[in-house]
C-alpha cells in the first residue's frame, strides 16, 4: 500500500465552520523500516484543540496544521502489516495518525490497548486521552478533596462528562454541571450521576450556581471559558481552585466579557492553574487501574457520539463545536 484517504486542511475556518475548510485527498505511506507498522485505523477521536490547531501561528505544546496537508490526532486500529518486535499483526493499538484510514506507526509512538480491561471506543475515551485529562485536572492540578464541591462546563461532552463522573467518585459532596439543552442536562443527572444540572442556553448562570453552591464552588473544571468562566468566578469559595482545560467558547462567539471580572480572583484569593495533559504522563498507569475497575463495576458511564466513515470528519468536529455531541465524538472507519 503506497497511499491512504485522509482528511486535509484546504483553507483556514472561521469560528465554528471547520467542515467547509476541510476535504479529503490521498497522502502517502513510507515503506515500513525496523519498528514501524502499518495500522488499519477503526476510530479516530474528535477533540476540540484540533480546531485551534488550525489556525495560524504556533502552539507552545504542538504545532499547527499546514494548509494542503493532513490533520492528525488519536486513533485506534488494527496492525495489518509489522516490522516491530513488540507490535504484531492483528493488536490493537493506539497512536496519533488519525484522520486517515491507515497509519504507518513507529513502535514507540503507539500503545498496545487491552481490550478485556475497556473496549476499543473506550482507550479513545474513558481510558484515554479524554478521561485522562480529566483525572489530571482534578487531582494534581485541582487538588480535589472528599466533601468538596465540583462545577464543570462543558459538561455534556467528553471530559467534562468524565469529570463530573470521577469527582463524584473520588468523594465530592456536589457536583453540578453545565451543558446546553434539556437532553443533554437530563443525561448527566439521570445516567452520569451529576447532582444538577444547568442548561446555560436557558438559565441566569449566575444565580444558578448561587442557587447550586449557596456556598460556593471549591473546584470549578472550566472547559468552556468565556462568561460561564466570569459567572463562576462569582459564586467561587475564598481560596477556591480552578482547573483551566479549554475555553472552547473563543470559536463561537465574539461576545467575550471583560478582563477586568477577574478582580473576583483577588477579592477570593482564587488559584487559576491552566494545564497540558501530557505533563503528567506518570500518574497513567495509576489512572487506567482506577478507571478500569470503575468501567468493570459500572460505576461510570462511558457514552459516544459516534460519526459513521472519514466522509463525515469535518461535520463530527463543526457538531462537537457548536455542541451536538453527547460523551465523546470519534470517527468510525473501519470494523
Same mark, same amino acid.
Given at each position: ?38 495500522? @488499519? ?18 502552539? $507552545? ?33 493506539? !497512536? ?68 463530573? $463522573? ?53 473546584? %470549578? ?9 466570569? !459567572? ?6 475564598? !481560596? ?10 473563543? %470559536? ?16 477570593? @484569593? ?9 505533563? %503528567? ?8 487501574? @482506577? ?40 470517527? !468510525?472507519?473501519?470494523?
Amino acid at each position: 500500500m503506497k497511499e491512504t484517504t485522509a482528511v486535509l486542511l484546504a483553507r483556514r475556518p472561521e469560528g465554528t465552520k471547520v467542515a467547509e475548510a476541510l476535504t479529503l485527498g490521498t497522502i502517502p505511506l513510507p515503506d515500513l523500516t525496523p519498528g514501524a507498522v502499518l495500522v @488499519r485505523n477503526q476510530y479516530m477521536s474528535v477533540d476540540p484543540s484540533t480546531r485551534g490547531r488550525m489556525d495560524p501561528g504556533e502552539k $507552545q505544546y504542538t504545532t499547527n496544521f499546514e494548509i494542503g496537508g493532513p490533520l492528525d490526532g488519536s486513533a485506534i486500529g488494527i496492525v495489518v502489516e509489522s516490522e516491530s518486535s513488540i507490535l504484531p499483526v492483528g493488536a490493537t493499538v493506539r !497512536h496519533r495518525s488519525g484522520w486517515r484510514e491507515f497509519a504507518v506507526v513507529d513502535d514507540s509512538a503507539a500503545t498496545i490497548c487491552d481490550l478485556a480491561k475497556a473496549p476499543a471506543t473506550s482507550w479513545l475515551s474513558a481510558m484515554g486521552q479524554t478521561g485522562f485529562t480529566a483525572y489530571a485536572g482534578l487531582l494534581p492540578v485541582g487538588e480535589l478533596k472528599p466533601g468538596e464541591t465540583v462545577f464543570v462546563t462543558g459538561a455534556g461532552g467528553a471530559v467534562g462528562s468524565m469529570a463530573g $463522573q470521577f469527582a463524584r467518585l473520588m468523594g465530592a459532596s456536589t457536583v453540578i454541571g453545565s451543558a446546553g439543552g434539556a437532553p443533554k442536562c437530563a443525561w448527566l443527572t439521570d445516567e452520569c450521576g451529576f447532582d444538577a444540572a444547568i442548561d446555560y442556553r436557558t438559565a441566569d448562570m449566575r444565580a444558578a450556581l448561587g442557587e447550586a453552591f449557596p456556598d460556593g464552588i471549591d473546584l %470549578f473544571f472550566d472547559n468552556v471559558g468565556g462568561w460561564q468562566l466570569v !459567572h463562576a468566578l462569582h459564586n467561587m469559595t475564598i !481560596h477556591g481552585r480552578i482547573s483551566m482545560c479549554g475555553a472552547v467558547s473563543n %470559536f463561537g462567539t465574539k461576545d467575550q466579557p471583560s478582563m477586568a471580572e477577574l478582580i473576583e480572583t483577588v477579592l477570593r @484569593r482564587v488559584t487559576i492553574r491552566g494545564f497540558i495533559v501530557r505533563d %503528567f504522563e506518570p500518574l497513567r498507569p495509576e489512572f487506567e487501574e @482506577r478507571v478500569s475497575g470503575w468501567l468493570a463495576s459500572g460505576d461510570l458511564v462511558d457514552r459516544a457520539t459516534v460519526f459513521e466513515g472519514i466522509e463525515n470528519a469535518g461535520a463530527g468536529l463543526e457538531g462537537l463545536l457548536n455542541g451536538a455531541n453527547l460523551g465523546k465524538a470519534l470517527i !468510525h472507519l473501519s470494523d
